[in-house]
């Protein structure tokens, strides 16, 4: 399968500062692109989906303005959680999809614990 | 709103098929069914898909009703690595049903 990698695997931060977390295609161009968000014992829940060069679409309940999405190339998106707070702590993950194939991939997964 | 049903958890021996079960008694005629794994720790991984027809992998088959309410995946022998949480999702082509929503999963456990 395709890969999607991720940067950092891990981040420990302090309140109130801000993280940037990468999500990289590696041998395929992602026309879209997902950010999914996992709390301990829990499922995975979509925070938003992006479109190469478009602003991302973000789910219910979902700040746009603290989870910043950057989607600039068909190979890199970003996710930046401004002002993070000790409940922003969790599993973040990233899926990449290109079109014309069904298969979603995802990243490892970055570990967020803010402090 | 996962449109999906499946049991908490399941266990099985090394070695023997391990049989996971699906209900999706609302899918429609153009959303396939999706299994991923997340095993401790990672992200999720993709397994197989199918939208009628049985379909079979280098890592497992997926057995579709005929009248595609539910599904079982087949991990024909099973290792201890095989240990995952386990997600059956039903997704469309295009729009907000395209979009992959997890449920809860079932829990495999292998056991030596």
């Known amino acids: 399968g395709a890969v999607v990698s991720q940067h950092p695997s891990r981040v420990i931060c302090k309140s109130g500062t801000s993280v940037k977390i990468e999500c990289r295609s590696l041998?395929?161009?992602?026309?879209?692109m997902f950010w999914y968000r996992q709390f301990p014992k829990q499922s995975l829940m979509l925070m938003a989906t992006?479109?190469?060069?478009?602003?991302?679409?973000?789910e219910q309940g979902v700040e746009k303005d603290k989870f910043l999405i950057n989607h600039a190339s068909l190979t890199l998106s970003t996710l930046t959680v401004t002002s993070a707070h000790p409940e922003d702590s969790s599993f973040y993950i990233c899926?990449?999809?290109?079109?014309?194939?069904?298969?979603?991939?995802f990243g490892p997964g970055t570990r967020l614990t803010v402090l | 709103d996962a449109k999906t049903t499946q049991p908490p958890s399941m266990d099985c021996a090394e070695g023997r098929a391990a049989n996971l079960p699906c209900n999706h008694s609302t899918i429609s005629g153009n959303e396939y069914v999706y299994w991923y794994r997340q095993i401790h720790s990672q992200g999720p991984q993709y397994i197989i898909h199918?939208?009628?027809n049985n379909e079979t992998n280098e890592m497992a088959s997926l057995i579709i009703t005929e009248d595609r309410k539910s599904s079982t995946l087949i991990l024909p022998h099973a290792t201890l690595r095989d240990t995952a949480v386990y997600y059956c999702i039903v997704r469309g082509n295009t729009g907000a049903n395209s979009k992959l929503t997890f449920g809860k999963g079932i829990t495999l456990s292998v056991r030596p």
């Open positions: 992006s479109n190469e060069g478009s602003k991302a679409t973000y």
């Open positions: 199918g939208l009628k």
């Open positions: 899926s990449a999809r290109w079109g014309g194939r069904n298969e979603q991939f």
């Open positions: 041998d395929f161009q992602a026309t879209t």
